[in-house]
C-alpha cells in the first residue's frame, strides 16, 4: 500500500474517526512522536469495531476466539504537530482464512500524514493457535465495507422481545443505574410495541418501548443501548423505529421522560422540553414531547 494508492482511495474509506493531538505527543521537534500514530490507529481500530455495532469483548467470547495483532507497519509521509485535528480512516481490505488485513491512513485536511497496515489473526484465546475467522464476523465486516446495513431494527410485542429486550434493560437500568429490579418491568410490557436492535451477529444492542394512549399521542420509554456501543447511532436508530410504529398507529405526537443527562440527544432528534424536573426512580428527568406531524 503506497501512500499515493491511499490518497487515491480516501473517499473508499467509510469509516473516519478524528483525534486531536495533544502536548504530552509531541517531540522535541514540535511535532507529533512516530510511536504515537501506532496509539492512534489503536484508537481508530476500537471505534471501527463500536461502528459495527460489535461490542468488542462480548464478541469474541461468543465467537469463541481473540483478534491477535500479528503485523503492524506504518509508513510516515509528514508531520503532525500539536492541537492538529487529524482525521484518521480505515478500512478492511482483505479478510483471509484466519487473518484480517486493516489499512489505515491519517489526514489532515486533505494531506496525508501517515499510512498503516494491521494484520490480525483469528485465534484461540487458550492455545493462541490461528482459527478460521467465523463466518458471521466476516459477513458483518463485508456487508459494512460494501455499504450494506450492519443493524436491523425489529418491532414486536412483549412475547416476541422479552427475552433480548429485558436483558438489555436490566443491564443498563437496574445493573448500571441501580434502578430497582421491581422499578423497571411493569404491567405496560405486555400492551406495549416494543422495538429491539440487533447487529449482524444477532446480538440485542439496543431496545425501547412505545405506549399508546385513546388519544392521538403515545409515550416512549425504556430506551437503552449497551454501553460499550453508545454514540454509534443505536438509540437514534431506536427512536426513529419507535416513531414510525407510533404514526402507523395514527398517533401525531409522541412524549417522553427524559433523564436529564440525556436531554441534549434527545434534543438533537428534535424534542421539547417542557415543565419543571422531577424526580423518577431517584433520578432527575424532564417532560419532553415530539410533533410527527413535524418531524416527517
Partial sequence: MTPKSVVAAKQNFRFSHKQRVGWSEVDAHKVVLHAHFQKYFDAAEAEYWRTLSLPYDQTMAELGGQLCVKKFSLEYVAPARCDDLLDVRMRCARIGNSSIVLEGAVFLGDALLVTCEQILVFASPVSQRPMSVPAALRKVTEDFEAGLPVVHYKGGSWDELSDDALELRIEVFVEEQGIALESEVDLHDAHAMHVVAYNGLGQAVATGRLLSSDNDQAKIGRVAVK??????????????????????????????????TSRGFYEKMGYLAYGPVFEEDDLAHIKMSLSLLKSR
Avoid at 231 to 252: D, Y
Fill in 227 to 260: 454501553r460499550s456501543l453508545r454514540g454509534t447511532g443505536l438509540g437514534s436508530g431506536v427512536l426513529r423505529a419507535l416513531q414510525a410504529l407510533a404514526l402507523q398507529r395514527g398517533h401525531s405526537m409522541v412524549k417522553l421522560h427524559a433523564q436529564c
